[in-house]
């Protein structure tokens, strides 16, 4: 890839991982490899899911892609520049699997951070996220009173309240309710519709990437290595039902397979 | 709007239910003293009942007043510049490990000396005023702040850390919108430790000057066999204890009332 990448052209890479390779320290002195030769492409307004087994990686990926850790061997681009450089550009925006709300900000003031931050006042904006996510009713409660589907869409508006252009997701609905989990899945799908933001978004729900994604890329435990890349070939708009269609169906079975080859292979 | 707090803040009726119980038992406890000093006839120089101890405060109270003014000047003179050298110290080591091992262990070696040691060192510094007094008062109430701010400024969710570290945010950034408040729970339960320590420091360093403030009442009142006087100022700085105490739990309780330590 080249690194003068026209940002505004379609089917521009908004995320390019070439070759990244990340070791952590070990307890016993020796170095832990968590990453090894990992590829990843993100096209512009496209959405992406990294699947696999709990130590593959996957969480680490995302932090080098946002630039809260430091690559070590490899190239990251994002948008054409360093992880550094989008931050720069408040073009990131990012959902953990818990809120990371302050508590002493009430709902409407939590949205607003990253413009605080920035310096770049926008009550409208604030309000149009609070009704996207389906939170203006408790816009002047604080965080401790709402339940935890609310707070992460709180976090989920506050990702996406500076106009980031990659949306950065880390088991965003990892620790919620099945119930939850499933009005947030349909909720995130109606908001990317609206902003057409690329997202890279790290789950371990087999189901959850196949009806959220453009494509999963599918991870190997120990080190972490891409094993596949797979296309879901659903329409969009997408919704629920579609969980039940024979497309659905046939791209869970192949993500399943992927992520089975290496409990196959460890084996052998 | 009927926010949730409103479900949470405590109804008048417990008002009363917190505050009835310790005033029945304190009433309780001087009328045991009152009925066995004068049922056992006990001297007064040894214990005076506590009609004896009112009766002193009552016939003088300008005197305990501007002795309590004395000393509480410099308890409070003592714990505002050690709270602020201390939590601008933390600001420090919070940013920077190398820094907190460089502060922590002066700071450790003025916690484990016994302050009082110092005293006739900080006479000749700073004279028999209130310098010393406001010294002792201060080297008291540096560590407890201390200790706490760090951990305090430390304390910041990481969510929300990263939340703000992908916007690029400046290091004063996030100390003002996160690092600072998340820092606050820590600093007043330093403060709620160290504003009965200032008054001992206070009172400890009249002791020893002998020079004003309600350290010195109790020695002459002590010199003089007045034992009520005596009693009359333990009661003054147990009040003042008690008060100060409470102030900050009240500001405590306004600031942050966001805090899952608020209506506990």
Same mark, same amino acid.
């Given at each position: ?9 379609? =089917? ?10 990340? *070791? ?15 590829? #990843?492409?993100? *096209? ?35 948008? =054409? ?16 699997? /818990?809120? =990371?709300? #302050? ?11 990253? #413009? ?23 816009? =002047?409660?604080?965080?401790?009173? #709402? ?15 500076? *106009? ?31 902003? *057409? ?7 371990? !729900? ?6 959220? !994604? ?5 991870? !190997? ?28 169906? /046939? ?18 | ?12 009726? @417990?008002?009363?239910?917190? +505050? ?12 045991? %003293? ?23 405060? %009552? ?36 940013? @920077? ?18 302050? +009082? ?7 000749? %510094?700073?004279?028999? &005023? ?24 430390? @304390? ?52 020893? @000057? ?21 009693? &009359? ?15 900050? &739990? ?15």
């Amino acid at each position: 890839m080249t690194s003068t990448l026209d940002l505004a052209a379609d =089917g521009a890479l908004t995320v390019s991982v070439r070759g990244v390779t990340h *070791r952590y320290p070990g307890a016993d002195g020796r170095a832990l490899l968590a990453l090894d030769g990992v590829d #990843l492409d993100v *096209r512009a307004g496209e959405f992406v899911s990294i699947v696999g087994p709990s130590g593959c990686g996957k969480s680490t990926l995302l932090r080098l892609v946002a630039g809260l850790i430091a690559s070590q061997a490899g190239g990251i681009e994002v948008l =054409g520049g360093t992880p550094g450089d989008a931050q720069r550009a408040h073009a990131l925006g990012l959902v953990a699997q /818990e809120p =990371g709300l #302050l508590p002493w900000r009430d709902v409407a003031a939590n949205v607003r951070l990253p #413009l605080d931050v920035t310096r770049t006042p926008d009550g409208a904006r604030v309000n149009a996220l609070l009704e996207q996510v389906g939170i203006a009713d408790f816009a =002047g409660y604080r965080p401790g009173a #709402l339940s935890g589907g609310m707070r992460q869409r709180v976090a989920l508006a506050r990702a996406l309240v500076h *106009r980031p252009r990659l949306l950065l997701m880390d088991e965003p609905f990892g620790a919620l309710d099945e119930l939850s989990r499933e009005a947030m899945r349909v909720e995130l799908l109606r908001i990317w519709e609206q902003e *057409r933001i690329a997202v890279l978004f790290v789950t371990h !729900s087999v189901a959850e990437a196949v009806l959220l !994604s453009d494509r999963v890329v599918v991870m !190997s435990g120990r080190p972490g290595r891409v094993r596949a890349v797979i296309d879901v070939p659903l329409p969009r708009p997408r919704g629920e039902a579609q969980e039940s269609s024979a497309a659905f169906i /046939e791209t869970a079975a192949a993500v399943r397979a992927a992520l089975r080859a290496g409990d196959d292979g460890g084996a052998a | 709007m009927n926010g949730p707090a409103a479900e949470f803040s405590m109804p008048r009726s @417990s008002w009363a239910a917190a +505050v009835l119980p310790p005033v029945v038992a304190l009433t309780a406890i001087l009328a045991l %003293w009152e009925v066995y000093v004068r049922v056992r006839d006990v001297k007064d120089y040894l214990l005076p009942p506590p009609s004896a101890v009112f009766r002193a405060l %009552w016939d003088d109270p300008d005197r305990f007043a501007s002795a309590a003014a004395t000393s509480l000047t410099a308890a409070l003179g003592g714990l505002v510049l050690a709270s602020g050298i201390a939590f601008g110290l933390a600001v420090l080591a919070a940013h @920077s490990r190398v820094l907190e091992r460089a502060i922590y262990p002066p700071a450790l070696l003025v916690k484990v000396t016994p302050i +009082v040691a110092l005293y006739p060192l900080l006479a000749i %510094w700073f004279g028999f &005023g209130i310098g010393p007094k406001v010294a002792i008062a201060a080297l008291i109430t540096f560590f407890p702040m201390l200790v706490n701010a760090i951990v305090g400024l430390r @304390s910041v969710d990481p969510q929300a850390l990263d939340a703000m570290r992908v916007l690029a945010a400046s290091r004063w950034e996030i100390f003002r919108r996160l690092r600072f408040p998340s820092s606050l729970p820590y600093v007043f339960a330093a403060l709620r430790i160290s504003v009965p320590l200032s008054l001992v420091g206070a009172v400890v360093a009249e002791f020893l @000057s002998g020079s004003s403030g309600m350290g010195q009442l109790i020695l002459i009142a002590n010199g003089a066999f007045d034992t009520a006087s005596l009693f &009359g100022a333990v009661f003054v700085l147990a009040a003042l204890g008690v008060s100060l105490t409470a102030l900050v &739990g009240y500001v405590e309780g306004r600031v942050l009332d966001w805090h899952v330590s608020a209506g506990a």
